[in-house]
């Protein structure tokens, strides 16, 4: 929409990506020296802080809080490494917003990694990429290089104290890398699964140090924060989630897109105004809100706001939201969703292993027609199950769309 404010898309279409001098020539990293030449990582963690910026990768952390507790963690060994980690495994069905950005604007992201990395004193960072991303590993390697020929990267930044060096880590394309311990046992050669905790990444991360990871949509909010202050970013979007969201619109409407708007929006105006609402003689059934491992919203709610909220019915999660119509087969879905949490299942924990495949021979008879009393029972156990003993998030989000379909949808009232 016109007059909208925009912080990571301003630049979407209007600069060459690849080109460092045009995204200088729009005021790029000009954030970076106002960083370096007037501000403290004490003063910039504060502003962030004052922004109350969370995190974008569907936690909805506090990014100022996080970064604070590296910044403060007491170095752990001799060498006194800090480490940070840009999270761009971005797995998530449904879900390329991190992507997005990397193809529009690779060097807001670099901008905002390097401040980042900066404020909590880490010397060395890793941009952790989905392993299917290989052309934006590519257009990543080369901005990296830009920015070092620039010196915005390497020894003495700009002349000053701070040194960084920076490497592209391509994972296998595991959807639960995304969870931040996964991730880092990932870079450590390690089977990727998630980690005990506590102790947090914050205090104990990659190899034993003080750790921050950030998913790349938060990250790209950085340089605006620190050029403009936490108090402006915070009069944009609502009092519960400053700021503007990334959303990916897509399924039964007529103009699919990523839009950037102010949070706080409701999920009816993103249906309607940014993706042009239904497609022509679609009727809307419901959306599902946050990927795969979202909750579905019928008709009757689609005036709830869009927010990052601990306490709301409806988790933000990604920013994926996929309008379903009332000629889609349920039963397929379903099945698609089972198909794949049990191929991305790590394995770790029982419930979890045995659960989504479980889930998927369900979900297999359900769509064949074929579910007895028996299956009715055991689904209930499952679901159950997963929501309340997996070892990770993993496994309550591979029941969290199957449960709503059984609860809003009726999914088994045919049956009985």
């Not at 390329?96 to 901008?111: A, C, F, G, Q, T």
């Not at 579910?371 to 998030?393: G, H, Q, V, Y």
């Amino acid at each position: 929409m016109k007059n909208e404010i925009k912080i990571i898309t301003k630049n979407w279409g209007q600069i060459n990506p690849r080109r460092i001098e045009e995204y200088i020539s729009a005021g790029g990293y000009v954030a970076l020296k106002k960083f370096i030449e007037k501000m403290t990582p004490q003063s910039a963690v504060e502003e962030i802080k004052i922004s109350g910026l969370c995190g974008r990768g569907g936690a909805g952390f506090s990014t100022g809080v996080k970064l604070e507790s590296v910044q403060k963690e007491p170095a752990s060994s001799a060498d006194g490494e800090k480490y940070f980690i840009c999270n761009l495994d971005e797995s998530e069905p449904g879900t390329y917003k991190d992507r997005s950005i990397v193809d529009n604007d690779p060097h807001l992201l670099l901008e905002g990694i390097i401040i980042s990395s900066l404020i909590i004193g880490a010397k060395k960072t890793f941009i952790y990429i989905n392993g299917n991303y290989r052309k934006q590993a590519e257009i990543l390697g080369q901005a990296v290089e830009q920015a070092r020929e620039k010196k915005f990267i390497g020894e003495k930044i700009l002349n000053s104290k701070y040194n960084l060096d920076i490497e592209i880590f391509s994972g296998a394309g595991a959807y639960i890398c995304g969870e931040e311990t996964a991730l880092i046992n990932s870079i450590e050669g390690n089977r990727g699964e998630p980690k005990m905790r506590p102790p947090f990444p914050t205090q104990c991360g990659l190899f034993g140090r003080p750790t921050a990871v950030n998913n790349a949509e938060t990250i790209a909010n950085i340089p605006w924060i620190i050029l403009n202050g936490g108090k402006a970013y915070a009069k944009i979007g609502s009092k519960k989630s400053p700021g503007t969201k990334l959303f990916i619109i897509n399924g039964a409407v007529k103009n699919p897109c990523v839009a950037e708007v102010p949070l706080g929006v409701k999920l009816e105006d993103l249906i309607e105004k940014y993706a042009g609402g239904m497609q022509e003689g679609k009727e809307f059934w419901f959306a599902q809100v946050g990927g795969s491992s979202g909750r579905l919203v019928l008709q009757k709610d689609l005036k709830m706001k869009m927010e990052y909220d601990r306490d709301g019915k409806i988790p933000l999660g990604s920013g994926a939201i996929l309008v379903v119509d009332k000629t889609m087969d349920i039963h397929e879905l379903l099945l698609s969703w089972a198909s794949f949490f049990r191929r991305e299942s790590c394995g770790k924990c029982a419930p979890c292993r045995e659960g989504t495949f479980r889930l998927y021979e369900i979900a297999q008879r359900l769509k064949d027609g074929e579910i007895s009393e028996r299956d009715k029972t055991a689904l209930e156990d499952i679901l159950w199950t997963l929501r309340n003993t997996s070892f990770c998030p993993l496994g309550k989000f591979a029941a969290t769309a199957f449960s709503d379909a059984i609860e809003k949808l009726k999914l088994l009232q045919k049956y009985e």
